[in-house]
Structure formats: structure tokens, C-alpha cells
T-cell receptor
């Protein structure tokens, strides 16, 4: 699994509801990332965190929130303010260093009921 | 800012054909370059990488060479298989610090016919 686990694999949201996607890594890496992928498109960065208790907005943070209370966990909440939440969400982590690659989880597919 | 440009797709090939997927980049200095592969319904997997000019990354029969003079990192495979059908993403990380973000190309879908 590349040291990173996303859950659930499929998630359904009702109108006006917040949902939380889980992302856990067991490699003790500081950096973690959340991306959104829409059909036939590339990845867009939602939020990222370089250290516990700190995170930064990416390119499309509106309607999303995150927390980083523990090094191994970086949950993403899709709030009711996100009007078009249907997408494939990917979490990634990265070892320290300038030239290290990001490694991704298997993703969560979120759909609206 | 930094950017990655991939050739337009999709690409359809017959099994055992030669594959080239073009990738060019815009970045200052010497970024690290990556190819990721995404199989249907899955996350992205790191396929190969190169961290300095003239480096060749290779994995599973795929190769890509870091060409600083042409700012390119084209992906090649001599003989594709049906199992290579996937979406391929080219990406870079600039050399400006440990907190740099990954910049992706838009990806290209490869379909291999038996």
C-alpha cells in the first residue's frame, strides 16, 4: 500500500452534509497532501501539510477543511459549502528532502445522493 | 510559474508496439522529474524518476531521460502490453527547497489492444 491508507473507498454525501475522508500513513513522513481528480482531468491540490499542527491551502481549498493533529493522520472534510463535491480524492505523503517523490493512496470516490 | 505539458491523447496502440509519450516542462534551475501511472479506479503509482540532467529513469520496461537542453522527459517503452493500459502523468518538483509542491501535467490515457 506504499505506507498510506485512504478510507473509505466509496463515500456518498447527502445535500447539506459534511463528510470526512480518512488518510493515514505509517512511514513517519512530515509532508502530506490532498488532491482532487475529476474525470479526464489532472490533479488539483486542495491542502497540504509539512508538519504537525500546520497546513496550507492549495489551489482549490474553498469548501474543504483539514486538520493535522497527529503526524500519521491528515483527514479531509468536504463541507456543505463545496457545491460540486463529486470527484476522486487522493491523499499523498512525501519523505523529507528536496528531490523525493510523493506516494499516493488508493483514493476515495465521493458521490452525491 | 512552473508547468508541465503532455501530448494530447488518448493514445491507442496494438500490443508489442513502441510507445512514446511526450512531456516538456518549464521551470527554473534543475527540477526533479517524475512519471506516474494510474490504473483504472486506483491511485497514482510512481513509475520512474530522474533528479538531474542526463539521468535516465527506468522501471518495468519504461524509460525516460532528463534532457535539460530540450526541457523534456519523454516516456518510452519498446513493446507495450495490454496490462500497460492506464493514465500516465508527467510531473516535476522544483529545486527551490524541501517544501516545494508537485506540478502535474494533465495526463494521457493509453489503451493497448490485444
Amino acid at each position: 500500500d506504499g505506507g498510506i491508507t485512504q478510507s473509505p473507498k466509496y463515500l456518498f454525501r447527502k445535500e447539506g452534509q459534511n463528510v470526512t475522508l480518512s488518510c493515514e500513513q505509517n512511514l513517519n513522513h512530515d509532508a502530506m497532501y490532498w488532491y482532487r481528480q475529476d474525470p479526464g482531468q489532472g490533479l488539483r491540490l486542495i491542502y497540504y501539510s509539512q508538519i504537525v499542527n500546520d497546513f496550507q491551502k492549495g489551489d482549490i481549498a474553498e469548501g474543504y477543511s483539514v486538520s493535522r493533529e497527529k503526524k500519521e493522520s491528515f483527514p479531509l472534510t468536504v463541507t456543505s459549502a463545496q457545491k460540486n463535491p463529486t470527484a476522486f480524492y487522493l491523499c499523498a505523503h512525501r519523505a523529507a528532502g528536496v528531490r523525493t517523490a510523493q506516494h499516493f493512496g488508493d483514493g476515495t470516490r465521493l458521490s452525491i445522493l | 510559474g512552473d508547468s508541465v505539458t503532455q501530448m494530447e491523447g488518448p493514445v491507442t496502440l496494438s500490443e508489442e508496439a513502441f510507445l512514446t509519450i511526450n512531456c516538456t516542462y518549464t521551470a527554473t534551475g534543475y527540477p526533479s522529474l517524475f512519471w506516474y501511472v494510474q490504473y483504472p479506479g486506483e491511485g497514482l503509482q510512481l513509475l520512474l524518476k530522474a533528479t538531474k540532467a542526463d539521468d535516465k529513469g527506468s522501471n518495468k520496461g519504461f524509460e525516460a531521460t532528463y534532457r535539460k537542453e530540450t526541457t523534456s522527459f519523454h516516456l518510452e517503452k519498446g513493446s507495450v502490453q495490454v496490462s500497460d493500459s492506464a493514465v500516465y502523468f508527467c510531473a516535476l518538483i522544483p529545486d527551490t527547497g524541501a517544501n516545494s509542491k508537485l506540478t502535474f501535467g494533465k495526463g494521457i490515457t493509453l489503451s493497448v489492444r490485444p
